[in-house]
């Protein structure tokens, strides 16, 4: 059983949104922290966005703010990421992550999914 799943990657022309959605189906991240990241082809896996587990507290990189939001649903054991205004070089393939290894841009996480691609044309 795979712990994360992504969803809802996909492709839009720029300007456009995207929903991505990361299950944790067993419940097994409850009470940690959940983020997500991205790697674009050629390019090192940049952190794009994190949560605490009472989503009180949300971290992101300067180059999606205003633009995307993460939350999450415990009801769901989901975590989501909403992706606005979206630029050809937001393309990647993004990961979503759960229980983080300090807080802020530079932190880590010790579970992720398999990704899901995410491609903006322009």
């Known amino acids: 059983q795979v712990p994360l799943v992504e969803s809802g990657g996909g492709s839009v022309q720029a300007g456009g949104s995207l929903r991505l959605v990361c299950t944790d189906s067993?419940?097994?991240?409850?009470?940690?922290?959940m983020g997500w990241f991205r790697q674009a082809p050629g390019k090192e896996r940049e952190f794009v966005a994190a949560?605490?587990?009472?989503?009180?507290?949300?971290a992101y990189a300067d180059s999606v703010k205003g633009r995307f939001t993460i939350s999450r649903d415990h009801s769901k054991n989901t975590a989501t990421l909403q992706m606005n205004s979206l630029k050809p070089e937001d393309t990647a393939v993004y990961y979503c992550?759960?229980?983080?290894?300090?807080?802020?841009?530079?932190?880590?996480?010790?579970?992720w999914g398999q990704g899901t691609q995410v491609t903006v044309s322009s």
């Open positions: 949560i605490t587990w009472s989503g009180g507290s949300t």
């Open positions: 992550a759960a229980d983080g290894i300090g807080w802020g841009t530079s932190m880590d996480f010790n579970s």
């Open positions: 067993g419940g097994t991240f409850s009470g940690l922290a």
